[in-house]
């Protein structure tokens, strides 16, 4: 039996994104996937209305655990249509952690389990996809160092878009299956990160696809907040004094500062924003050259180090990252392949956490820089540890002790335990 009744009209509100505004020259444009001002070149960022009603701590405590319970921070009106359950990760207390940095408090943000493919890069996917969503874009794509790769393509599957993934040729295995096994096109460029970011930019104004950090990099940097929000909210609505961040493009370090400062100004927290430190690879620390010669201009690099997440030889926000950094009275620490691996052992051991190359560079840094007495006795620090360590098995492949292989019998544990330490 067919109905003749005309279809009752839904009252969904339509997703849309928000206008944007140069960070530079201050032109406003509509929203649009452009990321460059055309007056001066500048980025280009959502623009929030001011008046907006925004919620109080109690209306964000009862929303469901995701990055989307900040919604009105994050660049849309409307609901979001896609990535509903990213973010939102624990906050690890670290006491033998803080110990080993002789610090008062240590916590680590935990974004090893981020929903759904294991780093932060789901928090700008998550952003990034709603947005191309909001132009109809039925295309992404990335140039990535290897998370956002995953990142991309896992959130493309579950939308069922298609996705166009460039990644320099040389990166690790787990980086390489983790993103094909979602089916999208993916490609390996021969060059760096740097070349496979400039192909990237002629092939968003060729095919007018949505490249989430290219085309869409104004909204995609919006989800990196969400790591600031989430740990003020979980300290119980306060700061911690310092953050220590591993920087790539640079975009995450300054886009904490944004974070921490618009909880500041919606009241929800009150106090001195946290000084705030970035951490890179010594065979790939632009950033963190920048902040120790002073200055305004990166100096670009070509990258050698095992933590190819962050082999970002020109990051784009770099500056931008700098001045963060500099600003809240934090600073920069660069760390050797060898102590990027002793890192990633430590936070193992001391916390149950294991992470990528990434992690490893920014526990090493924290140890610097509490060596260097930037971090102090009385200081409560939170570690943003961004990856997971199964993406990057190559890092601690021979380095660890061999398990001894032993027959099925009692005798042989007892002669293990008499010799154990
Ligand atoms: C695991 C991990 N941590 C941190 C970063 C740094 O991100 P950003 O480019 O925002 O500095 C990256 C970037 O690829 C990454 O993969
Ligand atoms: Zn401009």
Redesign the pocket.
Known sequence: MSSTATPRPTLRRELTARPLRCRNCGADRAAAPVSICDQCLGPLDPVYDPARPLPDANAIAARAPSLWRYREWLPFQGEPVHSLDSGFTPLVAAPALARRLGVARAWVKNDTVCHPSL???DRVVAAAINAAAAFGLDTIGCA?????ANAVAAHAARAGLTAWVFIPEELEAGKVLGTSVYGPKLVRVRGTYDDVNRLCAQVADRFGWGIVNVNLRGYYGEG?KTVAYEIAEQLGWRFPNAVV?????????SKLRKGFAEFLDAGLVRGASPRLYGAQASGCAPIVRLVERGGTQIEPEIPRTIAR??A?GN?A?GVF?MRAMRDSGGWAAAVSDEDLVDGIRFLAEDVGVFA?T??GVTVAAALELARGGRLRSDDEVVLCI??HGLKTLEAVTGVLSEAPVIAPRLREVAALVERSP
């Open positions: 780093s932060f890069k990535s160092t290897g998370n956002l990196s961040a591993p920087m790539a493009g640079g975009s995450l370090l997440s962050l970002i990051p926000d990252a990528e990434a992690g961004t990856g």
